[in-house]
């Protein structure tokens, strides 16, 4: 299973913000710039990420984003939850109309136990852990 690139730049940009002093507003175009991810994509990510109450919006001349939680309280499964859902491997695992063998597939049970197990790792690893890694 891979991230999509919102996941990826989700996680990236969550890190930056991770190793800016305690309560810093970072401007997007700044994060976009350091991490050489597109400012309107990476726009759209951090609206889901306020959304789900992981970052704080803040207008004006000198806004941006801030976290709302430490480092260490804000886990991997969190932010790409938040970005992007449960990250479905296959598509039939939630639009189950697409699918006419949904009640005796062989393979969506593993799939979907897979998808349980890779959230269990996630939530293992905090922002702040990444931070320090990256």
């Given at each position: 299973?891979q991230f999509?690139k919102?996941e990826?730049y989700?996680?990236?940009?969550?890190?930056?913000?991770?190793?800016q002093?305690?309560?810093?507003?970072?401007?997007?175009?700044e994060?976009?710039?350091?991490?050489?991810?597109?400012d309107?994509?990476?726009?759209?990510?951090?609206?889901?990420?306020t959304k789900?109450?992981?970052?704080?919006?803040?207008?004006g001349v000198?806004?941006?984003f801030?976290l709302?939680?430490?480092?260490?309280?804000i886990?991997?499964?969190?932010i790409?939850?938040?970005?992007?859902?449960?990250?479905?491997?296959m598509k039939?695992?939630?639009?189950?109309k697409?699918?006419?063998r949904?009640?005796?597939?062989p393979?969506?049970k593993?799939?979907?136990?897979?998808r349980?197990?890779?959230?269990?790792?996630?939530?293992?690893h905090?922002?702040?852990?990444?931070?320090?890694?990256f």
């Amino acid at each position: 299973m891979q991230f999509t690139k919102a996941e990826e730049y989700g996680l990236i940009g969550m890190i930056y913000l991770a190793r800016q002093p305690r309560g810093t507003v970072v401007s997007l175009g700044e994060i976009s710039r350091a991490e050489k991810i597109p400012d309107k994509f990476l726009a759209k990510i951090f609206q889901s990420l306020t959304k789900s109450g992981i970052v704080q919006s803040h207008r004006g001349v000198r806004g941006g984003f801030s976290l709302v939680k430490t480092p260490s309280k804000i886990s991997m499964a969190e932010i790409v939850r938040s970005v992007q859902g449960e990250g479905d491997p296959m598509k039939c695992c939630i639009q189950q109309k697409d699918c006419h063998r949904i009640e005796d597939c062989p393979i969506r049970k593993a799939v979907l136990d897979a998808r349980k197990q890779m959230f269990v790792v996630y939530n293992r690893h905090s922002l702040k852990e990444m931070a320090e890694h990256f």
